[in-house]
């Protein structure tokens, strides 16, 4: 099976196709942030211009579309359960006006780099395709392995976070049937 070439110029141009804002303006923003040479992330997203700075690159700055705006409560929550393996994030301001037809603000994004392989990364390593059966299985490992990680590990937190998951989940149109009670059963 052969794929199209993925091009990291490319995909920040279409990004950049749809908002007002430039990228020089995003670059301008996020060394007025943090500092520091401004190096964008290999690979990027369909929603967001994500880039590396800071004087030892250990920030990410994102420019997301508004419309596309990340939760901050839901990487606080994870941020709550996971420690250190999350990244503090922080919204820091728009930039772009809304009333520009057919093209978006963005909002920006400041966190903290978790550095680590990528979920991309992994996949390209590994020559296999994201539905493979052996990516499946691995997934399934990984999975396992976090939610034994949240239940041995964090039992207190979790007792106590429960009730803001679940609001925020149902919040989202999650359709839960079970109680915001953490000894209650699914």
Known sequence: MSYPVYSLEDEIAAFFEKTSVTRQTCDNRAKDLVGGAIVPIKIQGFCSYSVYAGPNSEYVVQFRFKSLELKTETTILAKQLYGTLVPEVSFVGQLGDDDIAGKEPLYIYLAN???GVTHLEFN??????????ENFAWRKTLMGDMARYTILLLP????QIVPTVVVSLRSRGSPLNWSTSPTATA
């Not at 390209?124 to 059966?133: E, G, I, W």
């Not at 207190?156 to 007792?159: L, S």
């Open 124 to 133: 390209l390593a590994h020559d296999r395709p994201d539905n493979s059966q």
């Open 113 to 115: 780099r978790v550095r």
């Open 156 to 159: 207190q937190q979790i007792i």
